[in-house]
């Protein structure tokens, strides 16, 4: 049994204030049935490990570089993430793949560090809304699941989302449909590659503008283990509804 898994990714948002939130949130969900994770802009790590300590979330990374540490100005390894509190990491995030022209190459060497640093890597994957358009998005996906994903991966230190890079922020959502089709086939590459024992434990989550009020018909797809959620993610009284639905399923 895979267990569910509600991701918030904070992006480029949050002042020591936005802690506050967080216990907000700690305190509403003392012991949720799900798996609860947040990852906040890297200077709130450490100060959120402190101010969640004894709670039920894990805090996580948005990216982190693939070396441990040297002449690497402005970015932050998965050593340094860990050192601050986090238990994993986002890696891959269309956001990165796009304004920082991040490769799938790239993303898999980092996610490794990461894993070999004993963090769990949600690495992300999705298609532009051409690429929906002019070609075939599981072949997109099917690629970028690939070359993304380290050897070593597991059950445990992987996660992928499966965010449609046009459903990001948009208010626009696949439907049910085009959602079951891509978690379908990433589980049945993750099967292939891994075999079935590893291929069925990695939980896959979809993201791309959830929440409160379609999270119950996403959480109802087949192979849709949780959520990594952006903007949904920002206030207790926004996150926890979705948080609610994952865990009546
Ligand atoms: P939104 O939930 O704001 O659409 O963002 C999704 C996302 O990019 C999470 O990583």
Not at 45 to 55: K, W
Not at 162 to 188: C, D, K, L
């Amino acid at each position: 049994m895979r267990r569910k898994l509600a991701a918030g990714n904070w992006k480029m948002n949050g002042l020591r204030a936005g802690l506050a939130e967080m216990d907000a949130l700690a305190k509403a969900h003392p012991a949720p049935a799900v798996d609860i994770l947040l990852c906040p802009p890297a200077t709130l790590i450490a100060p959120a490990a402190q101010a969640l300590s004894g709670s039920r979330i894990a805090l996580g990374g948005q990216d982190c570089h693939q070396e441990t540490s040297g002449a690497y100005t402005g970015d932050l390894s998965a050593q340094m993430l860990k050192d601050a509190g986090a238990r994993a990491v986002i890696l891959g995030h269309s956001e990165r793949r796009e304004k920082h022209r991040e490769t799938s190459e790239e993303v898999r060497l980092k996610a490794r560090a990461a894993q070999a640093e004993g963090l769990m890597t949600v690495i992300c994957l999705g298609e532009s809304a051409f690429q929906r358009e002019a070609t075939n998005t599981l072949d997109i996906i099917g690629a970028q699941l690939s070359l993304s994903v380290p050897d070593e991966s597991t059950g445990e230190n992987l996660v992928v989302a499966y965010e449609p890079i046009w459903a990001i922020g948009s208010g626009q959502t696949p439907t049910p449909e085009q959602i079951g089709e891509v978690h379908t086939f990433m589980r049945a590459r993750l099967e292939r590659r891994f075999g079935s024992g590893v291929g069925r434990s990695v939980r896959l989550l979809y993201g791309g503008s959830v929440k409160a009020e379609n999270a119950d018909e996403i959480f109802g797809i087949p192979d849709v283990d949780g959520a990594l959620v952006g903007g949904a993610s920002l206030t207790a009284q926004d996150f926890s509804p979705i948080i609610e639905a994952l865990e009546k399923l």
